[in-house]
């Protein structure tokens, strides 16, 4: 029977993108990972995707078995389906994050991405080419230069220290050492561990040595970032900082991320969609919203129930028009009549191209009444303006502490609306 690698450090071609056996290339000169033209992510197309793992695999796609389900076809026939006629498409530059219980497929699924394991039946279209049907010379440029993989275990070399860690796929792939301990220097900073490169494994924390797997992946400047499950052996605050520093570092890179996780919280909060997976199937794919708004089935509900809808729905249900908006040559009487009027202690600054100027509350225009300023040069530099996919639990804790709206604009500053107390407050009533 075929065995999972887990511990790739016994394969470490493998970690570095050559298939078993490949031999560790000595031609110097090879620099052609740049940094300054990163290569441009690539989407993956999978389409009936069968791994069976057991003797005549085969037999598991054959009728009338291929309609069963997992333990079914088991006990008729001993074979174990890992992955049962799997198909979803990850665009390019997108997070998909595949989410499911122990021993649903995930690690399966994204080996067989990298062909780490053989697909039984299916394809896997990366580039208009199936990665089911590439030869060894195939796999191992695809391997070099389109994707990568970041291990749960690390996968550190332990005789060699953090920068040697950091350049070794660059090595393998016969890079100088001027080359690649430049781009390894390069990584280590994006990952936050630069002053630590002569450190050695033992010195680091389990945190630490992710960081150095992540920044060996990003060295090899792929257009695919394979991830299984990268921060589970962490401890949960490392883990929430981690997840949060690879969001950041992932709207900075835009690689095409697959992160295979356990952790619903972890899948909604960095994954812009989401395929949830159960003995072997993927059963509904969504974004954060989609699946915990509009479960398929019983299970994905059960699955997502304890996670609090404000996490998921934005702000956009809660905006409203400002019922005082003044323009950029208001004068304060004017603004402040208005605001008497409208029995209200805020109101929004526009220009004529509804581009938003700023906020104004009662209590700044009469601490600076006498100010010649005109009013759209005061606006409360506590109110920060928000996107409209900005999620309720965040708007509430931008509310909290002070008593005026939230305004929400779009990437072009153009003004939306605000988010008052109140209605943020109904909706999320209405939604926990
Ligand atoms: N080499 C193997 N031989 C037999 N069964 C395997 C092998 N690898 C995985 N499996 C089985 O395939 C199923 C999916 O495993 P896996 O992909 O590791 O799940 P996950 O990563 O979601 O925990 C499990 O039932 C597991 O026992
Ligand atoms: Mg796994």
Redesign the pocket.
């Known amino acids: 029977?075929?065995?999972?690698k887990d511990y790739p450090l016994e394969n470490p071609q493998i970690l570095c993108g050559l298939p078993e056996g490949g031999e560790i290339m000595t031609t110097v000169n090879d620099n052609s990972t740049h940094l300054s033209t990163p290569r441009t992510a690539s989407g993956i197309s999978v389409r009936s995707l069968w791994k069976v793992?057991?003797k005549n695999e085969h037999r598991a796609l054959e009728e009338p078995f291929r309609n069963m389900s997992?333990s079914e076809i088991q006990q008729k026939t001993g074979l174990?389906a890992?992955l049962r006629d799997v198909s979803f498409d990850v665009n390019p530059g997108e997070t998909f994050v595949v989410m499911?219980?122990?021993?649903?497929?995930?690690?399966?699924?994204v080996r067989c991405l990298i062909n780490l394991i053989e697909a039984t039946a299916g394809s896997i279209i990366v580039n208009g080419n199936d990665v089911t049907n590439f030869d060894s010379k195939q796999l191992r440029d695809f391997r070099r230069s389109e994707i990568a993989m970041v291990f749960q275990n690390f996968g550190l070399l332990p005789h060699k220290n953090v920068l040697d860690n950091a350049a070794y796929g660059l090595e393998i792939k016969g890079m100088d050492k001027e080359g690649r301990y430049h781009i390894a220097h390069e990584m280590l900073n994006k990952v936050g561990l630069n002053g630590w490169e002569h450190a050695n494994q033992r010195e680091l924390s389990g945190g630490m040595q992710q960081r150095v797997g992540l920044a060996r992946a990003l060295a090899m400047d792929p257009s695919i970032l394979l991830m299984?499950e990268p921060f589970s052996g962490l401890d949960p605050l490392i883990r929430r900082q981690m997840r949060d520093e690879l969001a950041d570092l992932q709207a900075e890179i835009q690689k095409t991320v697959v992160f295979?996780t356990?952790d619903l919280d972890e899948a909604i909060s960095i994954g812009d969609r989401i395929a949830i997976?159960r003995d072997?199937e993927i059963i509904q794919v969504g974004s954060p919203k989609e699946i915990i708004t509009e479960p398929v089935d019983e299970f994905v509900r059960e699955f997502t129930q304890g996670i609090s809808k404000t996490k998921v729905i934005d702000i956009s249900e809660c905006c409203s028009t400002p019922e005082v908006i003044f323009n950029a040559t208001d004068d304060h009487d004017l603004v402040r009549s208005k605001m008497d009027d409208a029995m209200i202690n805020y109101a929004v600054g526009l220009d004529s191209d509804n581009q938003y100027l700023g906020l104004v509350s009662r209590s700044t225009l009469e601490r600076e009444a006498s100010s010649s300023m005109i009013v759209s040069h005061l606006s409360d530099s506590n109110v920060t303006p928000v996107l409209p996919d900005t999620s309720l639990e965040h708007a509430l804790s931008l509310i909290t502490g002070h008593n005026l709206p939230i305004p929400v604009i779009d990437e072009n500053d153009k003004f939306i609306g605000v988010v008052t107390h109140k209605s943020l407050l109904e909706v999320i009533a209405g939604n926990s």
Not at 1 to 4: D, K, P, S
Not at 100 to 109: D, E, F, M, V, Y
């Open positions: 029977m075929q065995q999972l793992f057991g997992r174990v890992a499911g219980l122990s021993g649903s497929g995930k690690s399966t699924l299984d295979i356990h997976m072997g």
